[in-house]
């Protein structure tokens, strides 16, 4: 995926900027120095990145607008040649990455996994709508198709990223007087906690709630339903990648096409988001929609059945841009999204309107060959094989070197204010941000 491995950083300075929540990003601090960067250097914005990475970083405690300028700064002192970033739509990171260009100045952008559930991606420049992945479907044609190499299972990670986003929020809440500017995309609050263990009941919940559910999907109604993926309500992809501006008027248009031009045998079946679980909830919304539009009983609202055996009873899927309608590509499902993933090519989805995709579905298949090509260049090019979240992201550009559960023993109190940043120290470890010369001394 990277060009040499992680040997690619090699005597460059590296700027960490905001990682997934964990200690992904401090295992990557660890892989480049032992991969031969010359310094890696770490910015928390909140506590919650601090819990994570709280030795020897840079702690931005100023405001937004004095964000580039401070960065302008220490890029140039610390003389970096690369920022490595988690999500590259986030307020801070869209003006790094601005910034560092305009300095012809790598940015390589981590997000979810293009493939899922055993894959993260690693990009440069910018990944989902800012991705420069090939859309023409010539350019997959003509390359050799060759065989997949084997990839390792990362299995349910749901427990870890649990545990994570807790400890991320109840630190983020605590911590919040020592960085006062700080404005998170979710609410860095104790009940921001409370939610991720609303999220784990609920999960329960569910399973006993929709047990009758799953059996008809895949029994009476197998190929008679379409499954519509919904995203996260603060999803970048939502708000930034496509034209709607929150899930609930994605929801409207699919019921109104639908009540239209559905096949009468066939009925909706919106899932939602697991991540979404524990903050959100369409119910309410979806009853009052299709009664409006006369289907309140061809309409289903699931949340936590098994996604491929889904796709695999499925007659079509929908989405905006989520990489699951990859997933139902990779079933040889119909698949029409509404917004402009990096699958969105001629050939692997619908390209007609929404409209005709009711009635389409049935004759429309992916050309799978087609799909195979996409897939291996996708993987050779932007994923690595593994978890953010719990165990080592592997292959040639793998990250992992420590236990999951190993960041949870570097919780360190107080922390020392000042007016722009905190330096965080005391860690046996080898300095971040020192070069090898410096470590030595």
């Not at 983020?172 to 921001?192: N, Q």
């Not at 080592?392 to 919780?411: F, I, K, M, N, Y």
Request: charged content about 20%.
């Amino acid at each position: 995926m990277i060009p040499g491995g992680w040997s690619y950083f090699k005597d460059m300075n590296v700027l960490l900027l905001q990682g997934p929540v964990g200690p992904f990003f401090r295992r990557l601090s660890r892989r480049l120095k032992a991969a031969g960067a010359h310094a890696v250097y770490k910015v928390n914005f909140n506590a919650g990145d601090w819990l994570f990475f709280p030795m020897r970083s840079i702690n931005y405690t100023g405001s937004g607008a004095d964000w580039p300028v401070f960065l302008d700064t220490l890029l140039e002192q610390e003389k970096i040649d690369t920022v490595l970033l988690f999500g590259d739509c986030r307020g801070y990171h869209a003006t790094a990455a601005e910034l560092a260009r305009s300095r012809s100045i790598e940015v390589w952008v981590f997000e979810e996994g293009y493939v899922r559930p055993d894959f993260v991606t690693m990009e440069r420049d910018g990944t989902n709508g800012h991705s420069q992945v090939p859309r023409n479907a010539g350019f997959y044609q003509s390359l050799d198709e060759r065989p997949d190499v084997p990839e390792q299972q990362v299995g349910n990670v749901f427990a870890w990223l649990a545990l994570w986003g807790a400890l991320y929020f109840l630190a983020g809440s605590l911590g919040a007087a020592l960085f006062p500017h700080y404005r998170h995309h979710r609410r860095l609050s104790l009940l921001e906690a409370l939610v991720w263990v609303r999220a784990g009941w609920r999960k329960l919940l569910y399973a006993v709630l929709e047990r009758k559910t799953t059996r008809l999907l895949t029994g009476a109604m197998s190929k008679h339903f379409f499954l519509v993926s919904l995203q996260t309500a603060i999803d970048s992809q939502i708000r930034v990648h496509s034209r709607f501006e929150s899930i609930e008027p994605f929801i409207r248009e699919v019921i109104a096409s639908f009540s239209r031009h559905g096949p009468p045998s066939c009925v909706l079946v919106f899932k939602h988001h697991p991540l979404d679980r524990g903050h959100n909830d369409y119910g309410r919304f979806i009853q009052r929609v299709c009664a409006e539009h006369g289907i309140s009983g061809r309409v289903f609202y699931i949340h936590d059945q098994h996604l491929p055996t889904l796709l695999a009873h499925a007659a079509g899927l929908v989405v905006v841009n989520s990489t699951v309608g990859l997933s139902g590509v990779h079933h040889g499902l119909a698949v029409k999204a509404l917004g402009d993933p990096v699958y969105d090519i001629e050939g692997l989805v619908f390209k007609g309107e929404l409209d005709a995709f009711w009635q389409a579905a049935g004759t429309f298949a992916p050309d799978m060959a087609l799909y195979r090509r996409f897939r291996r260049w996708l993987i050779d090019h932007t994923q690595l094989n593994g978890s953010f979240y719990a165990g080592d992201v592997e292959g040639d550009a793998s990250c992992g070197a420590s236990r999951p559960g190993e960041a949870a023993a570097e919780v360190v109190w107080p922390l020392t204010t000042h007016r722009h940043a905190i330096v965080s120290t005391g860690s046996d470890d080898p300095p971040v941000g020192l070069s090898p010369e410096e470590e030595a001394a």
